[in-house]
């Protein structure tokens, strides 16, 4: 509904659990519901995401060897004592003084996490460039991250370079991704919508996991399988002939029902080569009372203004959400290459998200976001022996345009303070860029990506 802001007199839309005298923005400063959430900054990136994720792959191994070894000392000593002194094995243990520090400061305890997991698929609307990729294929090169924003080639551990030095340019010692191969015409993509989503959802969760859940089909049923694919789904750029459906089956386990599109959001005519349409898991048994609702933004681009779509999962009881933005920014932006004017133009564009409460945006960029902070996500993740003979983490990258030579899939976390990524299989990956075909048919000049995020409330 729409309401009147009393404090900064706004025209506003609120839900029906949440205010209806004081919209989102001054509710922060009269009532405190959450965090203030500080504005990004993408100018001077110092924390490199790469960095991050490595610390801890690394952390949970190290504890996890940690935890064997306490384990197996505890044992074998406990075994030692029992044989030399069979007494002691029954005696009770010696008591020990407790002493309690009532200085000692409680850290605030964390009330909830809030995860959803989202699909973006991008598709060709406009000139079949995903043509050009069908005649040429795609390839993938294996880069070490050697700190920072440097990576080295596997096969040439010493020789790093910033990562943007990789761009504009075919990786080292790259290898076919998708190979050469025919293209789907509107009507097989029309037939194969279904199929394009299971294919991803299959190549980046562990389908046996929610297979079995379904199988069991507990009460929580909805709320557990959020946790195994994908909860929100984006289908961007419609085909003139092959119109976004109403609902996505990929299978008798999964269902999405469509929530909104920028067609009946924001404009009845819009070009096909800006649509995007929603598609949230449908509720089945589900314990938890979540909502799902979809708005529409406009922001003035380079060129043209982009019309955003946003999917917002509302927990009533709790008074909190989560907002996620599928995007696809002006084409405007494909002549920023260099790495001022890419700063500025996201720093513009989560500035946008921000003062629009929306917590991560996911999309086409249209810009080379290969080395900024959210903007990256591998083809896989994993640990491999280099040049030098040792194992080092590595990145197994493919470029994300119709050139094949740039990468424009990204995503901004906009909301830094509260929002995280976390894994979304047993490989560890948060963040995954999946392929642009289907039965090595390409469909898309773009692959599609998949992130899992989670927001946390203190």
């Not at 991050?52 to 690394?58: D, E, M, P, V």
């Not at 850290?107 to 005649?135: E, H, R």
């Not at 551990?157 to 080292?172: E, H, I, K, S």
């Given at each position: 509904m729409l309401i009147q802001c009393r404090r900064c007199h706004r025209k506003v839309f609120v839900f029906q659990f949440e205010s209806k005298t004081l919209c989102k923005s001054c509710l922060t400063h009269?009532?405190?519901?959450?965090?203030?959430?500080?504005?990004?900054?993408?100018?001077?990136?110092?924390?490199?995401?790469?960095?991050?994720?490595?610390?801890?792959?690394?952390?949970?191994?190290?504890?996890?060897?940690?935890?064997?070894?306490?384990?197996?000392?505890?044992?074998?000593?406990?075994?030692?004592?029992?044989?030399?002194?069979?007494?002691?094995?029954?005696?009770?243990?010696?008591?020990?003084?407790?002493?309690?520090?009532?200085?000692?400061?409680?850290?605030?305890?964390?009330?909830?996490?809030?995860?959803?997991?989202?699909?973006?698929?991008?598709?060709?609307?406009?000139?079949?460039?995903?043509?050009?990729?069908?005649?040429?294929?795609?390839?993938?090169?294996?880069?070490?991250?050697?700190?920072?924003?440097?990576?080295?080639?596997?096969?040439?551990?010493?020789?790093?370079?910033?990562?943007?030095?990789?761009?504009?340019?075919?990786?080292?010692?790259?290898?076919?991704?998708?190979?050469?191969?025919?293209?789907?015409?509107?009507?097989?993509?029309?037939?194969?919508?279904?199929?394009?989503?299971?294919?991803?959802?299959q190549e980046a969760t562990n389908v046996l996991e929610w297979k079995r859940l379904h199988a069991r089909r507990p009460y929580d049923l909805h709320k557990q399988l959020t946790q195994l694919v994908p909860e929100v789904i984006f289908l961007s750029e419609e085909l003139k002939g092959a119109p976004f459906p109403d609902e996505l089956r990929p299978c008798p386990e999964l269902t999405y029902r469509r929530i909104g599109s920028i067609r009946t959001l924001l404009d009845p005519d819009v070009d096909p080569k800006n649509e995007i349409s929603a598609y949230v898991l449908r509720d089945e048994m589900f314990s938890s009372q979540v909502l799902y609702e979809a708005r529409g933004l406009i922001r003035q681009g380079v060129n043209h203004p982009e019309k955003w779509l946003c999917v917002q999962k509302i927990v009533p009881e709790y008074r909190v959400y989560f907002e996620v933005a599928g995007v696809h920014l002006d084409a405007g932006y494909t002549g920023h290459t260099k790495d001022d004017k890419k700063h500025k133009a996201l720093e513009e564009v989560a500035r946008f998200a921000h003062d629009n409460n929306v917590d991560v945006l996911l999309g086409d960029l249209n810009m080379d976001s290969f080395e900024l902070g959210g903007g990256f996500f591998p083809n896989r993740f994993s640990f491999q022996e280099g040049s030098d003979g040792n194992i080092h983490p590595t990145y197994t990258v493919s470029h994300s345009n119709t050139n094949a030579k740039n990468n424009y899939m990204g995503g901004i976390i906009v909301n830094q303070e509260q929002v995280d990524t976390e894994s979304i299989n047993l490989l560890g990956e948060d963040t995954r860029s999946l392929s642009r075909t289907l039965n090595d048919h390409f469909y898309s000049d773009h692959p599609a990506i998949m992130a899992n995020y989670v927001k946390s409330f203190r």
């Open positions: 009269v009532a405190k519901p959450g965090p203030i959430r500080k504005k990004p900054s993408y100018v001077d990136l110092k924390k490199s995401p790469h960095d991050a994720r490595i610390q801890k792959t690394f952390k949970s191994m190290k504890q996890a060897r940690r935890e064997q070894v306490r384990l197996r000392r505890s044992a074998s000593g406990s075994l030692l004592s029992a044989l030399l002194d069979p007494v002691r094995e029954s005696s009770p243990p010696s008591s020990q003084m407790m002493t309690l520090d009532d200085t000692a400061s409680i850290p605030a305890p964390s009330v909830m996490t809030l995860q959803c997991m989202t699909l973006f698929i991008p598709f060709d609307a406009g000139k079949k460039f995903y043509k050009d990729n069908a005649k040429q294929g795609t390839f993938q090169g294996n880069l070490v991250p050697t700190g920072g924003f440097n990576f080295a080639p596997l096969q040439n551990v010493g020789g790093f370079q910033p990562l943007a030095a990789f761009n504009t340019r075919p990786y080292p010692h790259h290898t076919p991704f998708e190979k050469k191969s025919g293209f789907l015409e509107e009507d097989d993509v029309l037939a194969s919508y279904d199929a394009i989503v299971l294919k991803h959802i």
